[in-house]
């Protein structure tokens, strides 16, 4: 059987998509794994073809001219964005352009405040990503409380809370064994809409703490310590989103 | 004078990136007058909203403006053209799991000549294509992908994860080298 990383490691590492130290980490198994090694020969070689024989199809000649002689007629909509914007400009901008153009100021945005984020917080991260690459989100997949929590409580010596909180539009999707920088621990899985979100959860004795929110690589993170057990929620969910659904899933189960 | 310097300010910004724009377009439009249109309406509107960029990569905002003309340009000369398929999820999801890496020489793929790889890249699902030629040729990171096809960003991962493993499968099937058992 092929090594279980060959799927996803070899893509994210071609991809550039880990920084240090787990790039170190990501190169080291590869350096030790002839699957990995493969598939990321494999990604490589896929790269290297795509960018050199896809045909690249470069502007026609005379194109920048047309867009230079047409630019001066458009003018700025000067007129404070209201509801007629899509009639302001007929056949213009859709409203769902309007969103994507926030949506991208907002995202931009919401990735700027970094720093090295603690090993927790990338290893989750990591987990978090393996889960939604791997399509393997659950062990026990279901939205009934009362399942996930002893099935989790008797492979785990924690016991986190766990609550179909579907009626505030986050329903539980089902619980796993998982692995965050290096602690054993349980992923509790939720739903929001299209995202999904991890709540992993490892013993980690020490006094209770409040909310800390990060955002890294393009994912937003709570963390919290409560009743000895750590625990950080990951998801590509809107930050403030997030931090309501933490400030709920920490709560006692019902 | 405002208007010249708006004018020159966006310019110097957006021209540069006019190769990458008409190539994502032409793409998508499968062929270079509707692209050429696409793209045309695509730097107006940029230029209109040209206030409502505040910085950030120039070109992930107008990447995701030109792909916003196509779909609206799709909307009015094609209409009831299925464009954007549903996720196919079982098969792709299957295939995630039972690929085994293979030498890249098995997989010959330095036989594969131009035409070749476009006519596979057409038979790809659109949602794919884009994925792939964002990553690959444009080189950009998951998030800015994620920003363009205005998809989350777990989900867009998995897209680009699948539209690399039906490339493949479309060119195994195409090329069945030695050992092809298994897929
Ligand atoms: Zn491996």
């Known amino acids: ?254 | 004078m405002a208007h010249d310097d708006r004018k020159r300010r966006f310019e110097l910004l957006a021209l540069p990136h006019l190769d990458a724009a008409f190539n994502l377009a032409r793409w998508l439009a499968g062929n270079s007058a509707d692209a050429e249109d696409v793209v045309q309406d695509a730097y107006l509107r940029a230029y209109r909203y040209f206030d409502s960029f505040h910085g950030g990569e120039f070109r992930v905002w107008l990447l995701s403006i030109v792909r916003n003309c196509f779909l609206d340009w799709v909307k009015d000369n094609r209409s009831g053209r299925l464009l954007f398929q549903p996720e196919p999820a079982g098969e792709a999801d299957d295939m995630l799991w039972s690929e085994r890496p293979r030498d890249p020489e098995s997989l010959l793929l330095d036989s594969i000549d131009s035409q070749t790889l476009e006519q596979l890249m057409l038979r790809l699902p659109i949602e794919y294509r884009e994925v792939l030629l964002l990553r690959e040729v444009e080189d950009l990171s998951y998030k800015e992908i994620a920003v363009i096809v205005n998809t989350p960003l777990g989900t867009t991962m998995s897209r680009l994860a699948r539209a690399r493993l039906a490339l493949r499968k479309l060119w195994l099937d195409a090329h069945p080298s030695e050992p092809a058992h298994g897929l």
């Open chain 1, 1 to 254: 059987m092929a090594c279980d990383r060959s799927a996803t490691l070899p893509a994210l590492l071609a991809d550039g998509a880990f920084r240090q130290p787990r790039r170190f980490l990501a190169e080291r198994h590869v350096g030790r794994c002839p699957d990995c090694a493969m598939a990321l020969d494999e990604r490589h070689a896929a790269k290297t073809m795509l960018r050199t024989k896809l045909p690249f199809h470069r502007a026609p000649p005379g194109l920048a001219a047309r867009i230079g002689a047409a630019l001066p007629r458009e003018t700025p909509p000067v007129v404070a964005r209201r509801r007629g914007l899509s009639q302001t400009f007929a056949g213009g901008l859709a409203s769902g352009t309007i969103g994507a153009l926030a949506g991208v100021a907002a995202t931009l945005l919401a990735v700027l405040p970094l720093g090295a984020p603690d090993a927790a917080v990338q290893g989750a991260i990591d987990s978090h990503i393996r889960s939604l690459m791997a399509d393997h989100l659950t062990d026990v997949a279901t939205s009934d409380q009362h399942t996930v929590k002893p099935w989790l409580s008797a492979r785990l010596d924690v016991s986190p809370p766990v609550r179909d909180m579907a009626d505030l539009g986050f329903p539980l999707v089902g619980g796993r064994l998982d692995y965050v920088a290096g602690h054993k621990g349980a992923a509790v899985v939720y739903r929001h809409a299209k995202h999904v979100i991890n709540v992993f959860a490892w013993a980690a004795p020490g006094s209770d703490t409040g909310f800390a929110e990060r955002a890294h690589q393009g994912f937003n993170v709570v963390s919290w310590r409560r009743g000895g057990i750590a625990y950080c929620a990951v998801s590509d969910l809107e930050p403030d989103q997030l931090a309501a659904f933490a400030r709920l899933a920490s709560g006692p189960a019902s």
